[in-house]
């Protein structure tokens, strides 16, 4: 055993009803790349919270640096010399990016002496940022440059990053770890979360797999294999989706022209957007979060209208007719926000079931609502997709996200949809239910309907897809077959390339 | 009609003392909105204010001490609130409309006995050479020292939120409070505190009310002055600059009718006294139809509950 910088040994964290960290221990050397894996709910966010005083252990012990280590808070994680990454930005999108950069540092210099020292890091590091603009104008990209560079400016010995590569494109990802590999070459460690494997093999020196909140294994990521290390954090092995080959029959949905304004202060308009899915087909649409997504999700379920002509259904214009209008003829969709869009959280999933599927289903007779019916609709839900729950009595909110998640993806599969619209499907959902929906969605579109599916998961689009486009600053590229597209191009098309090279990247 | 009788110097120095109550209850509600909190009960705090100096200041005979006992009274039914929706996580809406009923009832009882008593007189500040300057003197340099401390109020507010780490502390609690909490701030606490200032701001703005503007206690007596202060907020687009703007300009329609009756306007009195409120009710909807500007102002956790993750 070499010298230790953070050693971490038995801690265990219960909250009510789940163990989240059941003695866990694990070490990590100075100048390493050590990565924590696991599946959503498995306890890597609850460790690294712990190692980052947000959260207070139940047991166990931390030493840090060859001294006991006990964060009250993250402000004394901070002064200790770590610092964390969120996944989840913790930014603030009306302050600008030097008062973001402040709010995450002890002992901040005045404005202007933070700005300059801002712009020496961006430089010294290749993350060129200016301290004035509004967090909530910059990409996700520039995000979290401003999330690493105020780690950056406090010196760290360890940085923690949770899912940092979940909302670049692959460029940016590229970039990130250059400065990630510059960093452990000046002997700052970094503990790295992800359940991207791929990246892991590419970056990580170890790894220390977590199931259900207890370590199942330590590995050296280089040496497994991408399919061995997700049998590691899952615990069985894995299927993978089948395809059936299919030809694509006449057109379904045609979209020509469509223009919508952004739906928030912060959001992205659609601009021009035009596309065609056909019968038995998947069109994967791409795309960083906050380039049109939910414009266009909103735009083709009926939540927005649109101008007359830029919706063809079957070749009729269906541009001002509502969700409900919509739904009748068999244009189905799913959002991204399962909790509070797709579904009312605090509604049981009959009732639940019954907001969607009450026309096609038939689930409403002359104004009252037919509750056998709804009942046994989302009986068939639950064993169609298997969603794991007591009955469908229960609430919404009382669901995991990927049972939830499974629910609403077969609320819609169930009414046979002639085309189906999803939002980030399989998002913050395990990989077992990921892999059911994904072959869901496959298996309708063999059916004969046709599916559209907007994801920010590359490898789901490449798995499922037969053609993709990129949404980038609300304007939709032309959609190309996803056969022979390699990630170098599928990243060039969700754009941005031109502003992501590294500011010394020519030296 | 006469309208000769309206002396534009004097119309400006009363516009300015009708418009300190609401000057001092909005620009105390701007620092809580900016916090992320939406307290509805700044006409309860108000009012609580104004009986709580008045009885102070009748019981001591001193004046400053009425303040003192507005700005507590205030501050501590705001801090009512403050518990019912911060640690109890009661819904804002509701407490705040809960504090304003409150307020008035609690109000007429502690106000019962004080109903035709006078309190000690107020004198206005002497600025010297400053107030014998003509016309401009008595416009602004002949108030008592409450319009002054008002004004500075504004002036301190925006610094503080525009240059001090505290203040930047207290819009990013407002903006996100997920964030702020994941980068180690007490969430709860910084809120705690600005719905204090918030009452204690709104108890100073009515005391000014029951002690130099009338200068008597009745009850009711607020009569939806921290409705207009909250509204102010708002077409304001939380900037304090812009709550003086929209405060003064109230007060000028308000005292401005005064002297349209006076003057004897053929216009039926209740056309002229409902006038500031129509004027308010416009501007709030003028400012809501442009979504833009005012939307992307708001602070973006406003009047969200937020519950600690353990």
Not at chain 2, 85 to 97: D, E, H, I, P, Y
Request: hydrophobic share 50%; charged share 15%; glycine share 12%.
């Amino acid at each position: 055993m070499t010298d230790t910088l953070l050693a971490v040994d038995g801690l265990t964290k219960t909250y009510p009803g789940v163990v989240a960290n059941d003695n866990v221990s694990f070490s990590i050397a100075p100048g390493e790349v050590h990565a924590l894996l696991g599946e959503n709910g498995a306890g890597k966010s609850t460790l690294v919270k712990m190692v980052y005083g947000l959260v207070r252990p139940d047991s166990g012990r931390m030493e840090f640096a060859g001294s006991p280590y006990e964060p009250a808070s993250p402000h004394s994680a901070r002064a200790s010399g770590i610092t964390m990454v969120f996944q989840h930005f913790s930014l603030f999108e009306a302050l600008n990016v030097a008062e973001n950069i402040a709010l995450g540092m002890e002992n901040p210099p005045p404005q202007r002496k933070l700005a300059k020292r801002i712009r020496e890091v961006g430089k010294a590091f290749g993350l060129p940022l200016s301290p004035d603009r509004l967090v909530g104008e910059l990409s996700a990209g520039e995000r979290q440059r401003v999330e690493i560079i105020r780690c950056l400016l406090q010196d760290p010995k360890l940085l923690i990053m949770d899912e940092p590569t979940s909302v670049l494109t692959p460029q940016e990802v590229e970039i990130l770890f250059e400065t990630l590999r510059r960093l452990r070459a000046e002997g700052t460690a970094i503990l790295y979360i992800s359940h991207k494997l791929e990246e892991i093999r590419k970056l990580c020196d170890r790894a220390t797999v977590l199931r259900e909140g207890r370590v199942t294994g330590i590995c050296q990521p280089s040496a497994e294999s991408v399919r061995s290390m997700a049998e590691m954090m899952v615990g069985s092995t894995l299927k993978t989706p089948s395809r059936r080959p299919g030809t694509p029959g006449a057109t379904v949905l045609d979209v020509a022209a469509l223009s919508v304004a952004p739906a928030s202060p912060f959001g992205t308009g659609l601009k021009d957007v035009g596309l065609d899915v056909r019968s038995g087909e998947i069109l994967g649409i791409g795309g960083v979060a906050g380039n049109g997504q939910d414009e266009l999700l909103a735009a083709l379920s009926g939540e927005v209208r649109v101008v007359r002509g830029a919706l063809r259904f079957h070749g009729n214009d269906i541009g001002n007719f509502g969700p409900v209008a919509r739904r009748r003829l068999g244009l189905l969709a799913a959002p991204e926000e399962r909790l509070g869009h797709a579904a009312v959280p605090d509604m049981s999933l009959t009732e639940n079931a019954l907001l969607t599927g009450a026309v096609r289903e038939g689930l409403v007779g002359r104004g009252f609502l037919r509750w056998n019916r709804a009942r046994a609709f989302a009986k068939r839900i639950i064993s169609a997709f298997d969603v794991r729950t007591p009955g469908p009595a229960s609430a919404a909110r009382s669901l995991s996200g990927g049972n939830l998640q499974k629910f609403v993806i077969g609320r819609e599969i169930l009414q046979r949809p002639a085309c189906l619209v999803v939002n980030q499907p399989t998002w913050g959902v395990d990989a077992a239910a990921a892999a059911a929906i994904r072959q869901a969605l496959l298996d309708l579109a063999a059916e004969g309907a046709a599916v559209i599916v907007i994801s920010q998961d590359l490898d789901e689009l490449v798995e499922i897809s037969d053609r993709f486009a990129a949404l980038n600053g609300g304007r939709l590229s032309d959609a190309r077959q996803v056969a022979g597209l390699t990630m170098d191009e599928i990243g060039l098309m969700m754009g941005g390339a031109h502003d992501l090279a590294p500011g010394n990247a020519a030296a | 009609m006469d309208l000769s009788v309206i002396n534009p110097a004097v119309l400006a120095a009363s516009l300015m003392v009708a418009a300190t109550p609401i000057l001092l209850a909005a620009i105390g509600e701007l620092v809580v909105e900016k916090s992320g909190v939406l307290n509805l009960g700044v006409e309860g705090m108000m009012i609580i204010g104004a009986v709580s100096g008045y009885a102070v200041s009748v019981n001591t005979g001193s004046v400053f001490l009425g303040f003192v006992g507005a700005v507590v009274g205030g501050a501590m039914l705001a801090l009512v609130f403050g518990v019912l929706t911060q640690v109890l996580l009661s819904n804002q809406v509701a407490s705040g409309l809960a504090l304003t009923l409150f307020g008035l009832g609690l109000s007429a009882l502690i106000g019962e006995s004080y109903l035709m008593v006078r309190p000690p007189p107020v004198g206005d500040l002497s600025l010297g050479p400053l107030a014998d300057i003509p016309g401009l003197g008595k416009m602004l340099f002949r108030h008592d020292v409450i319009v002054y401390l008002s004004l500075a109020l504004v002036g301190g507010v925006w610094a503080f939120l525009r240059y001090s780490r505290w203040g930047l502390i207290l819009r990013a609690v407002g903006e996100s409070h997920d964030a702020a909490h994941a980068l180690g701030y007490k969430v709860i606490r910084v809120r705690l505190a600005a719905i204090a200032f918030g009452g204690a701001c709104a108890g100073l703005g009515g005391a000014y009310l029951s002690l130099i503007r009338v200068p008597q206690w009745t009850e009711g007596m607020t009569a939806g002055a921290g409705w207009i202060a909250l509204a102010i907020v708002v077409f304001s687009s939380w900037k304090p600059v812009w709550v003086l703007v929209g405060a003064y300009l109230f007060g000028g329609v308000a005292v401005l009718q005064l002297n349209l009756q006076a003057a004897g306007v053929e216009v039926p009195v209740e056309y002229l006294s409902m006038s500031p409120y129509l004027i308010t009710i416009l501007v709030l909807i003028i400012m809501s139809t442009g979504r833009g500007r005012s939307a992307l102002n708001a602070p973006a956790d406003l009047g969200r509950p937020f519950h600690a993750p353990a």
